[in-house]
């Protein structure tokens, strides 16, 4: 009688009541309180099942072929057999799990390699869909079959940039203060003076005229509205084909993108261009201080910009990360783009090269420029704070606490006031250049989800996440 576990004879055995398998006691209960199986047959054991054996108290006799050293070298030899045999067991086992690995090492690599061809057939199809995409368009259009890339404006253009740039900086510095402009007592004096009701509920932003009174909106509908606030009612309704993704004024007409691609221009009611060729969503444009370029940007990755005298694509420049928002400088001799990847590109509107890259350390959501040249303030996603960057230093040189998250901010035409629309207020923050400080004149528990400057900064215009209009002025 031998233990199952040792394989010499026990001296205190005991029997599993289970398997009937017979175990030296110390080491079954050792075992029993590691793992309560059976070592031999893996079914559950317990001591409670294990059954004390009696035998003779007889001392076991030596086996007769351990009695001499024949026998003994036989019985090394013996142990040395099975020692070698279970050597080359385990080997053979080894090698065939190596080769196991190796095959699932192997296949794992291939199905990597496949993934990554795929990813990149996919991406250049993209690339070459956004390159190549022919529309058919109507009498309305640019005519253009296929867009190619060109990172260089048309020398007539590039002369207007370089004439708008030059009278901009250099009237800015002479600039004064426009008579009549509000005064920060004015602005510490806006209140809600009335409402609308919820007549733009899809529409992403609010865009004002010169003249202040026509507020321009998209919907997700496929319907843009021309809004007098004078009049209280919608003067023109734009059918857009497709979702509103951003709107602006160029002189009276109206200029609206859309998820699918393309940018309308309105004169009154009536559609008279459509332009752009984006693999998608159109996310912001812009235009130009000379009024003579449209720029817009896309999921796509590409920025445009467009002629507007002929409607027409004459510059794309690829960029690394989709785009949120945009903006030209105020002298417009650079382009400013946000995007998801916590950074804000500068580009040469003339070459399309990049100048710089900022890291905001949050996803871009706005862009606005100060008139003085050398400020812009940025937004980032669900983030309460406005960052002030001095384009100068690309560097940032104040943060604003907002209190709410953020949804749009706009410099005043004198650069004294910003406008932050936020999802819990509409504040107005102002720089005092005389004692180079910060003040808040005026805070009001209005929502907004987007805010627009009125005649001279005496009125605020905000749009709620509602969609409806608050008017904030001093009367």
Not at 375 to 381: D, E, L, S
Not at 417 to 429: D, N
Request: some cysteine; charged content about 20%; overall charge negative.
């Amino acid at each position: 009688m031998l233990c199952a576990i040792s394989g010499v004879a026990p001296q205190v055995p005991v029997a599993s009541r289970k398997s009937g398998n017979v175990f030296e006691k110390r080491l079954i209960e050792a075992h029993i309180a590691e793992s309560q199986t059976d070592p031999v047959t893996g079914e559950e054991l317990s001591v409670d099942d294990l059954i004390e054996l009696k035998s003779a108290p007889v001392v076991t006799a030596r086996p007769p072929s351990l009695t001499s050293i024949p026998a003994l070298l036989s019985a090394f030899q013996t142990e040395w057999d099975a020692l070698l045999l279970e050597s080359y067991a385990l080997k053979k086992q080894l090698a065939l799990t190596t080769q196991e690995l190796s095959a699932a090492l192997y296949a794992n690599d291939a199905a990597t390699r496949v993934i990554a061809r795929l990813s990149q057939e996919r991406d250049e199809a993209r690339e070459a869909l956004s390159n190549g995409t022919i529309r058919e368009r109507g009498a309305t259009s640019n005519g253009d079959a296929m867009q190619i890339d060109s990172q260089g404006l048309p020398d007539d253009l590039v002369a207007k940039v370089d004439e708008a740039q030059q009278q901009l900086f250099g009237g800015r510095r002479k600039r004064h203060i426009p008579d009549g402009w509000a005064t920060a007592d004015n602005i510490a004096s806006l209140h809600v003076t009335s409402s609308t009701d919820a007549l733009f509920l899809d529409s992403p932003t609010i865009v004002l005229d010169e003249s202040g009174d026509l507020a321009l909106f998209g919907g997700a509908n496929g319907v843009a509205s021309v809004y007098s606030l004078s009049q209280q009612k919608v003067l023109h309704a734009l059918q857009c084909g497709s979702a509103v993704t951003a709107t602006l004024w160029w002189q009276s007409r109206a200029i609206v993108a859309t998820s699918a691609g393309t940018i309308k221009v309105f004169d009154g009611s009536n559609e008279v261009a459509e332009l752009g060729s984006h693999a998608g969503q159109v996310t912001s444009i812009a235009l130009h201080p000379s009024g003579a370029i449209l720029a817009s940007t896309g999921i796509d990755k590409y920025l445009m910009f467009y002629d507007l005298s002929s409607f027409k694509v004459v510059s794309r420049v690829y960029t690394e990360a989709a785009i949120t928002c945009c903006a030209f400088h105020v002298d417009g001799l650079l382009f400013f783009t946000g995007s998801p990847d916590e950074r804000i590109r500068i580009y040469d509107v003339k070459n399309g090269t990049k100048m710089a890259d900022l890291e905001t350390g949050g996803a871009v959501h706005s862009i606005s420029f100060s008139e003085n040249g050398t400020w812009f303030a940025v937004t980032q996603t669900g983030s309460s704070t406005v960052s002030v960057w001095d384009l100068r230093k690309q560097a940032v040189i104040k943060v604003l606490d907002v209190g709410s998250p953020v949804n749009n901010i706009h410099w005043d035409y004198t650069g004294q006031f910003l406008a932050t629309a936020g999802s819990g207020c509409v504040s107005v923050q102002q720089y005092t250049k005389s004692s180079k400080s910060w003040s808040e004149p005026v805070r009001k528990a209005v929502p907004a989800r987007d805010v627009a400057w009125g005649s001279n900064a005496s009125v605020l215009v905000v749009l709620s996440p509602e969609g409806a209009l608050s008017i904030l002025s001093g009367a």
